[in-house]
């Protein structure tokens, strides 16, 4: 208790930071890669979980340690509590940003797949990471094409009234300015996707 008789929290400066013996660099050092964080953002039905889970398998194949965090299952774990307006996928995209940096910090190729459809959550995300460290690729499917796709009939279900804030419908999604990759799954299948992918990291010196 302070001394108004309020609990303190968090937020009364009693936390500490401690630093550790093994550090980021140790760890990328034991696992022999450069840690970083490949984001896909894109339109729901873009291929962004596709692309990426074929992306981790072509870098464990090449021996890399790696991690996929994607939208819908981190939803049914640590993001369980969070809904869809605005205010929820802001607080979505800080967590998921703040434990892609926990993976880097372990050394760890992190690819991550969602939605993220604000400019200011995905500079969020990288303003955590080092410089070179965070990749963004904006999977560029066209709305057209994912609505034609609609893997889960989520588009059909907005176009109905039966889901509200759905990106693309009846909330935004800003486009990356300058992405570090931007690949149009709506002309190119998963392979050449995929070893666009390959190349630009290998590129940058992070495979």
Not at 58 to 82: A, S
Not at 98 to 125: C, H, N, W, Y
Not at 190 to 204: D, N, P, W
Request: aromatic share 6%; glycine share 8%.
């Amino acid at each position: 208790m302070s001394g108004n008789g309020k609990a303190t929290t968090a937020k009364d400066n009693n936390l500490t930071w401690h630093d550790h013996k093994v550090t980021k660099e140790v760890r990328a050092a034991q696992k022999k890669q450069k840690p970083c964080v490949i984001w896909f953002t894109g339109l729901s039905g873009s291929g962004k979980s596709t692309l990426a889970n074929a992306l981790e398998a072509k870098l464990v194949e090449m021996g890399h340690h790696t991690y996929l965090l994607d939208g819908d299952n981190v939803r049914h774990g640590l993001n369980k509590d969070l809904g869809f307006s605005d205010t929820d996928r802001i607080e979505n995209i800080r967590r998921i940003g703040e434990a892609a940096k926990l993976f880097v910090d372990a050394g760890i190729i992190v690819i991550t797949a969602f939605i993220s459809p604000f400019k200011s959550d995905r500079q969020m995300a990288r303003n955590l990471l080092g410089q070179g460290e965070f990749i963004e690729v904006h999977v560029d499917a066209p709305l057209a094409v994912c609505e034609r796709r609609d893997p889960k009939g989520l588009y059909a279900k907005a176009r109905a009234g039966q889901i509200r804030q759905f990106t693309g419908i009846d909330s935004p999604y800003e486009q990356p300015e300058s992405p570090e990759l931007r690949l149009n799954t709506g002309e190119l299948d998963v392979a050449s996707c995929t070893a666009l992918l390959a190349s630009e990291l290998s590129k940058r010196g992070l495979i």
